[in-house]
């Protein structure tokens, strides 16, 4: 595995004035002390900094939203005043807040619609039939967080089990992952839509037996979102999401996420959160493409990295391809079993160059969805034409997912300096998917390993409401490869813990051109850290997801305590 100095990985200087060792520290800390003192303190943990300067520590001192001083306990309590807040955490493990640099947080919309996460087909009907006893007559029924693969009857929801329970609303159930959705007869009857309408570019009608099944995917689902009354979300619910969505992230250990998808609504909702101070992970904030959102950022020169620390303007999202989750992918070999499915593409190589084209001209950096590796090409395609030539700062355009990836592909992500952003939670919670894949695809899907070894600062991401965004959940999905069933997939992707760690923080930072404010616990970055009940290092690997989380700092100030 390639090594990366501090220098050389991020692109600044070394968190210590040169000469500066370790041996130095108790004596700076106690001169800078003098300077000020804290507003808390933490003593007797174990920390992992991720700083390769000073990895380990036992104390840290705050003042403000940032770090003091980081350093033994003795340092760290010259900085104590009798104003000073402490917190003892004796027997806990610190690390840096974790990051997630691509989700989804209002995604699920739950205020829209009935939550049909549930264990068996017969639940949903009867939540469905339940949420249209108080739907208005001829308004869409919405089911939200529905995923094929999680029923005790181990199949997909189909148009028929929804006729049965509701014949007179429309009814549209989403896939957790966006992809694809389940309709219902009525559905498609307002949509016009018949089992002999031809599929819409980019977009299925599945059909079994000569039967529409009621499966829609990707542009599919647009043509249902044009028909019909759907219910509206107003701001008020919008802040009130944005304030239960990234609290419920803090409790889950992340600081920061990322809206990878966002529209002029969200922006206000988090906001508001934030003017309310209800705001509980920092944001970055993804445009999407072709919105109305992204038109209006650049008529007014705004571009990747405006915004502050709490709210920042991140690249333009665009999506090339279908869903690894929802299988529609677009892959050179075809679905296991399948051997006339190669996946749907959403975008032309001409859209893509487009797309590209155009965020660049407007100074923003581009992150393209591309799970499949034809997918992957395309996007390698348009980034290496429109950086021919490049000088200057490393744009660090992203592909999001990035899913199935060979050599070659590697090669083209390194020499373009890319950001890669594969799922991190998905072998543990979706592994029933994988089987229509192989375990030979599986091998160089979601490779984290094979990125590290290629020295790729591969990026954490969850892409929530698709998958859970709980970073304990990823350690252990990445550092074990074994779904919740107890079955690998791709071992040879494994990573170790302290690589993991490293993913879900300073290379999170990274993706989002952050490096310098937070993913490690140096003086004068921001005070985001969590408490750990036990140290991930030296717990069984199969109990990763279990560890207790004990406090979430953010900018100084505690989010979640358990």
């Known amino acids: 595995m390639m090594k990366f100095t501090?220098?050389?990985?991020?692109?600044?200087?070394?968190?210590?004035?040169?000469?500066?060792?370790?041996?130095?520290?108790?004596?700076?800390?106690?001169?800078?002390?003098a300077a000020g003192k804290a507003d808390l303190i933490v003593t007797g943990g174990r920390i992992y900094t991720m700083n390769s300067s000073q990895p380990r520590a036992e104390a840290l001192a705050v003042r403000g939203d940032r770090l003091l001083a980081v350093g033994s306990n003795d340092d760290i309590l010259a900085y104590a005043s009798p104003a000073t807040k402490r917190i003892d955490a004796r027997g806990l493990t610190i690390t840096p807040g974790f990051i997630d640099a691509h989700s989804h947080p209002l995604f699920g919309e739950?205020?829209?619609?009935?939550?049909?996460?549930l264990p068996r087909i017969a639940d949903v009907k009867d939540a469905l039939a339940r949420q249209a006893a108080k739907t208005p007559?001829?308004?869409?029924?919405?089911?939200?967080?529905?995923?094929?693969?999680?029923?005790?009857?181990e199949r997909a929801l189909?148009?028929?089990?929804?006729?049965?329970?509701?014949?007179?609303?429309?009814v549209f159930v989403g896939h957790r992952g966006g992809h694809t959705a389940v309709v219902n007869s009525k559905?498609?009857?307002?949509?016009?839509?018949?089992?002999?309408?031809?599929?819409?570019?980019?977009?299925?009608?599945?059909?079994?037996?000569?039967?529409?099944s009621g499966k829609i995917a990707e542009h599919a689902l647009d043509?249902?979102?044009?028909?019909?009354?759907?219910?509206?979300?107003?701001?008020?619910?919008?802040?009130?999401?944005?304030k239960v969505a990234t609290a419920n992230m803090a409790a889950s250990r992340l600081t920061s996420t990322t809206d990878a998808y966002g529209n002029a609504d969200n922006m206000r909702a988090y906001q508001d959160a934030l003017a309310a101070g209800e705001l509980n992970c920092r944001v970055a904030f993804m445009p999407g493409g072709n919105s109305d959102m992204f038109e209006g950022l650049k008529a007014a020169g705004i571009r990747s990295g405006f915004?502050?620390?709490?709210?920042?303007?991140?690249?333009?999202?665009?999506s090339a391809d279908g869903s690894a989750s929802e299988r529609t992918m677009s892959m050179s070999t075809p679905y296991k079993g399948q051997p006339d499915n190669f996946g749907i593409l959403t975008m032309t190589q001409e859209q893509i160059d487009a797309a590209v084209d155009d965020a660049v001209a407007h100074d923003f950096r581009v992150g393209i969805h591309a799970n499949g590796d034809v997918a992957i090409d395309m996007v390698l395609k348009a980034y290496e034409r429109v950086l021919a030539g490049h000088t200057g700062q490393n744009p660090r355009h992203r592909i999001e997912h990035c899913s199935l990836i060979n050599d070659e592909l590697l090669r083209r992500i390194r020499a373009t300096g890319v950001v890669p952003a594969p799922f991190y939670t998905y072998i543990y919670y979706h592994g029933n998917k994988w089987l229509d894949y192989g375990e030979e695809k599986m091998q160089s899907m979601f490779a984290h390993r094979s990125f590290l070894d290629a020295g790729i600062p591969v990026a954490p991401a969850s892409d929530f409401t698709p998958g859970p965004y709980e970073p304990m959940m990823a350690l252990q999905s990445m550092v074990t490869r074994t779904d919740t069933r107890g079955r690998v997939w791709g071992a040879n992707q494994r990573v170790a813990v302290a690589e993991a760690l490293r993913i879900c923080t300073v290379h999170?930072?990274?993706?989002?051109?952050?490096?310098?404010?937070?993913?490690?616990?140096?003086?004068?970055?921001?005070?985001?850290?969590?408490?750990?009940?036990?140290?991930?290092?030296?717990?069984?690997?199969?109990?990763?997801v279990n560890i207790p989380i004990v406090r979430t700092v953010m900018g100084g100030r505690t989010t979640y305590e358990a």
């Open 6 to 33: 501090r220098r050389r990985f991020l692109g600044t200087g070394s968190a210590l004035p040169f000469g500066l060792g370790l041996a130095g520290l108790a004596t700076a800390a106690r001169a800078d002390a």
């Open 110 to 117: 739950e205020a829209l619609g009935v939550n049909v996460n």
């Open 137 to 153: 007559p001829g308004h869409w029924v919405r089911g939200v967080m529905y995923d094929d693969t999680k029923f005790e009857e």
């Open 158 to 170: 189909e148009r028929r089990d929804i006729d049965e329970v509701v014949s007179d609303h429309p």
């Open 187 to 212: 559905a498609f009857e307002i949509a016009g839509v018949t089992v002999d309408t031809p599929d819409p570019t980019g977009g299925k009608y599945f059909r079994e037996n000569g039967e529409l």
């Open 223 to 242: 043509v249902f979102r044009k028909v019909g009354t759907w219910p509206k979300m107003d701001r008020e619910v919008r802040q009130a999401s944005a």
């Open 307 to 318: 915004g502050d620390d709490m709210l920042r303007i991140g690249a333009v999202k665009y």
């Open 508 to 544: 999170g930072a990274y993706a989002s051109f952050e490096e310098d404010r937070k993913g490690s616990l140096q003086p004068g970055r921001l005070a985001d850290f969590v408490l750990l009940a036990e140290d991930p290092h030296e717990v069984d690997a199969s109990r990763l």
